[in-house]
């Protein structure tokens, strides 16, 4: 079942596979939202998220990938749980929808391959990017770009990688490499260069890069988002970012980073996403680099010790808080309690006195009367 699937499910993406010629990608709003709507909103919407999993807004979406890291991972839909639950075996507990009507098998597809494209919520329709969910970057504007060559295009592509333009009609593109990671190495990142004025969204994640690509990363200059978690990067790449001075979102998830990164990151201001699960950073970094640079969010992982204690430090605070007011309004209420038995009381005499009374007028007017003759 799971191979026939897939097959199947590659036949498709294989089909409508688009390219940065000018056919059409996939449109989150029309294509892929309404199978979560349909599908996924009953478990895992606005007002249920089973699993901590919500998938009725983008924000949702982004909100529950920060709590299950592989939930959703640009670009690897084999590597994210949300594509890899649909097309388990049918007996499997695990498969989704859970105890709902199965995803067709072109709806599958249709969900692989937003994910293979990068899992933009742009429009593809759109001749204006669509609001972005990610904290808007510093008030900084690239500048327009010349369209890619053909010729630049297709000597990327021959590195493996997938070259897709940001919305449509845009000159802006978007760079991963979905199916040859394993093969990417600082040579492909230098074969990129041509494409480096029209590069904006650039993923390097899982790729077989080091810290030697240094020298043709800081030459990207327009990016805004990129991806180099699950790579052998250490603190020595980091400054070569300092030159992408338009970058907003930027992925060290599992990478071999130390609060010695912090400092570099300091000199990038637009920065406003910054993920460090699994690395050597420390709690008290991130909140300095997040003092440095305002608007800044660090995403150190739901489970790092100092982002556990500030959870459970804030859980404290509310929870003490509500000690104490439940206690005052124990204290309250019995205060209310003791006025009511008192008024009880009260009231009970005081209909212990009227009954007296009325049995009082109810008694016979003859007693002690002297009977008159017949």
């Known amino acids: 079942m799971r191979t026939a699937t897939l097959l199947i499910a590659g036949f498709l993406v294989a089909t ?5 010629r000018g056919e059409s990608t996939i449109d989150y709003a029309t294509q892929i939202e309404p199978i979560f709507k349909d599908h996924c909103y009953s478990c895992h919407g606005e007002s249920k998220g089973l699993g901590r999993v919500r998938l009725h807004t983008a924000e949702a979406i982004a909100e529950s990938s920060e709590a299950h890291s592989d939930l959703l991972t640009a670009g690897k ?21 859970k105890g709902g009507d199965p995803l067709s098998e072109k709806q599958i597809a249709l969900v692989k391959q937003w994910i293979t494209e990068g899992a933009s919520y742009t429009s593809a329709a759109a001749t204006e990017p669509a609001a972005e969910m990610a904290t808007p970057a510093a008030p900084v504007e690239r500048p327009e770009v010349s369209a890619a ?8 592509e021959a590195t493996g990688a ?47 890069i080091t810290d030697g690509c240094c020298e043709s990363l800081e030459k990207f200059t327009n990016v805004d988002t990129l991806h180099l978690e699950k790579t052998a990067i250490s603190d020595a790449a980091i400054p070569s970012l ?14 071999q980073v130390t609060d010695q990164a912090i400092k570099s990151l300091k000199s990038i201001p637009s920065l406003r996403k910054l993920y460090l699960w699994q690395t050597h950073v420390s709690y008290e970094a991130t909140k300095g680099l997040e003092q440095a640079i305002p ?40 205060q209310a309690l003791q006025a009511a038995k008192t008024e009880n009381q009260a009231a009970s005499e005081r ?11 109810a008694k016979p007017a003859t007693e002690g009367t002297p009977t008159q003759a017949p």
């Not at 839909?77 to 929808?97: C, F, G, I, Q």
Request: hydrophobic share 45%; net charge negative; glycine share 2%.
């Open 77 to 97: 839909p084999d590597e994210s749980e949300l594509y890899e639950r649909l097309v388990l075996p049918a007996d499997n507990p695990k498969r989704m929808p």
């Open 351 to 361: 209909a212990a006195e009227i009954k007296k009374e009325l049995e009082a007028i």
């Open 16 to 20: 409508v596979a688009p390219s940065v």
């Open 162 to 208: 997938l070259v897709l333009p940001l919305y449509a009609s845009s000159n802006e593109l978007r760079v991963s490499f979905p199916s040859t990671r394993d093969q990417v190495s600082d040579e492909t990142v230098a074969a990129l260069l041509p494409l480096a004025p029209q590069i904006v969204e650039l993923d390097l994640s899982g790729t077989a």
């Open 149 to 156: 060559t053909p010729e630049a295009i297709a000597a990327a």
């Open 242 to 255: 300092a030159a992408m001075q338009y970058l907003n979102y930027l992925n060290l998830h599992s990478t």
């Open 295 to 334: 608007g800044l969010k660090v995403n150190l992982g739901w489970n790092h010790p100092g982002v556990v204690r500030e959870r459970l430090n804030a859980e404290l605070t509310r929870v003490e808080k509500q000690v104490a007011d439940s206690a005052a309004a124990i204290t309250e209420a019995e």
